[in-house]
């Protein structure tokens, strides 16, 4: 590892999104757009006294599925277009690490995330009103590591696809059945064996889950640390998948 | 105005004839130290053999035009070269190391035929950013911007610029890093002739300053701007010479005229034994 390439690599990135102002504002608006929709979805629900209102659940949970989704999203179509243009590998000709390269990428599009996070979640909480337990700085700590978990994912789909088209083609595999199976919809409890083993191992479940304990607790508890670090491992994993995919010498 | 009139003076050092199958490194010329050196070299990608058997040395500090009609392998023999090439045999030595090691990676540039540079990026912020791989500086990285002549347009993004502009960009990322060893694959392709002569003039004084230069082309005329040429055809090395005896050699001043005589003997010397040619070097 290389601080100064890696550093280098971050700001290139920043540098090409400074450059697409309508992907930034994008980025940062559609999530709070997205949190009044279902916070007027949820408008007229009759609660019994003492049950937490929907939005409360669903839109805390929405903050952590936004910035996996559209990092997502922006990491793929940005490293495939850096292997489809010859910058990978030219770049692989050069004394940069691949480490450099792929945290210099996590490193950009997660500072992209906190900032849509801190927007999403100061939105949620002063707007909307949502009230959890937990402390709001955590919320932002999931959103983020989960920002993450969608840069590695987005990395390593990206060297499946020889397109930009194709590269979208991976989000309904890879990140709706996440959605699906993360306890957005259905308590996990509550799935049959089948689904609920494959939610197991599946990274978002455990953001979710980790949001879930902010939300009931006022102190952090050591599953939602439990949590962090399991989807942490899977970033990791990831990523070292991710970097198998960059090589150096091809046929 | 013709093309030799741009040469440096260097341009005139005859090296002595180098057949292409003496064994890397056993050059004729002992003087001159050789910056990479190709032994029995094979690639084959599927059925197909892109190189057939090519061994060859490139002498350092000189510009070698590496020609040949498009599909004759010169970009997998550069990719080869520069180490991004899976090869099937034979061995391949850049700076007496092997091709691809590690340590190479900040004495060798590379420039790709598609210039591979970040449209959304500026012209500057692209070369700093390929500069910061090899620690250069922001002096550095104006210095190359101003040598391939867009010093004008630094801000420009560079998916904005023209596409000869756009390649110089390409050509800027390479220079920052000051190689030892630079390897161009097509450079002048697309660009005027004003530009064209303006790069040779800018290769001759890097040659001249010491870097080695290995450029290819399919345009036969600029070979007359190299010191030394690899001219391959379908996967084989037909010749390693100089313009001035691939001149003689054909009996032509005319570079496209001679390489395709070459060619011409090459297939009457493949297709019967007797009928020897004067194509030395050819397999």
């Given amino acids: 590892m290389n601080w100064r390439m890696m550093w280098a690599t971050t700001v290139r990135v920043l540098q090409q999104l400074r450059s697409d102002p309508r992907s930034i504002a994008l980025i940062l608006v559609v999530p709070s757009v997205l949190l009044a929709v279902v916070y007027w979805l949820y408008q ?3 609660l019994p006294p003492g049950v937490p209102r929907t939005f409360d659940r669903v839109g805390l949970m929405m903050l952590a599925i936004f910035p996996f989704v559209v990092m ?3 990491t793929s179509i940005t490293m495939l277009r850096e292997r489809t243009s010859g910058t990978l590998e030219r770049l692989l000709t050069t004394p940069i690490h691949k480490g450099d390269l792929l945290f210099g990428y996590a490193l950009a599009f997660s500072l992209m995330a906190a900032l849509q996070s801190v927007v999403a979640t100061a939105v949620a909480y002063w707007v909307f009103g949502m009230s ?7 919320v932002v700590l999931v959103a983020v590591v989960n920002s993450v978990l969608g840069v590695a994912l987005g990395l390593l789909c990206s060297a499946f696809a020889t397109t930009e088209f194709q590269a979208v083609q991976f989000m309904p595999v890879v990140v709706i059945p996440q959605i699906l199976l993360c306890g957005l919809f259905v308590a996990r409890d509550q799935m049959n064996n089948v689904l609920e083993a494959i939610s197991n191992v599946l990274p978002l479940t455990y953001s979710v889950d980790a949001l879930q304990e902010i939300a009931k607790n006022s102190q952090a508890t050591s ?5 962090l670090v399991v989807v942490a491992g899977f970033v990791v994993a990831v990523l070292l998948l ?3 995919t960059l090589r150096r010498r091809t046929a | 105005m013709s093309h030799r009139a741009q040469l440096p003076s260097h341009g005139a050092v005859v090296h002595p004839p180098v057949p292409a199958h003496v064994p890397a490194g056993a050059a004729a010329n002992g003087h001159m130290t050789d910056s990479v050196t190709v032994d029995r ?5 599927g059925r197909t053999d892109v190189l057939r058997d090519v061994s060859f040395s490139i002498p350092a500090g000189r510009i070698t035009g590496l020609l040949g009609p498009s599909g004759s392998g010169k970009t997998t023999l550069i990719r080869a070269l520069v180490g991004v090439q899976r090869i099937t045999s034979g061995e391949v030595r850049v700076l007496g ?3 691809g090691d590690p340590t190479l990676r900040k004495d060798v540039g590379y420039v790709t035929q598609a210039p591979s540079v970040y449209r959304d990026l500026s012209v500057l912020d692209n070369v700093r950013y390929f500069g910061a791989m090899h620690a250069r500086s922001r002096a550095d990285a104006l210095e190359a911007v101003a040598a391939v002549g867009l010093g004008d347009f630094l801000r420009r993004k560079a998916g904005d610029l023209s596409g000869g502009q756009f390649n110089r960009v390409s050509l800027a990322c390479a220079l920052v890093s000051k190689p030892q060893l630079l390897f161009l694959d097509e450079p002048t392709v697309g660009l005027d002739p004003v530009l064209r002569a303006d790069l040779w003039a800018q290769f001759a004084a890097m040659a001249a300053s010491g870097t080695t230069l290995v450029i290819s082309s399919h345009v036969m005329e600029e070979a007359g701007h190299c010191d030394a040429l690899l001219l391959l055809r379908d996967a084989r090395l037909l010749a390693r010479l100089t313009p001035a005896e691939l001149r003689s050699r054909s009996g032509t001043d005319d570079l496209e005229l001679a390489f395709l005589r070459l060619i011409q003997a090459d297939e009457r010397a493949q297709a019967g034994p007797g009928t020897t040619t004067a194509v030395d070097g050819a397999r």
């Fill in chain 1, 44 to 46: 007229n629900e009759t």
């Fill in chain 1, 72 to 74: 997502f999203l922006v």
């Fill in chain 1, 132 to 138: 959890i337990l937990g402390n709001a700085g955590w």
């Fill in chain 1, 223 to 227: 599953s939602m640390a439990t949590d």
């Fill in chain 1, 242 to 244: 991710a970097s198998l």
């Fill in chain 2, 41 to 45: 070299l094979v690639v084959h990608r």
């Fill in chain 2, 97 to 99: 190391r092997p091709a």
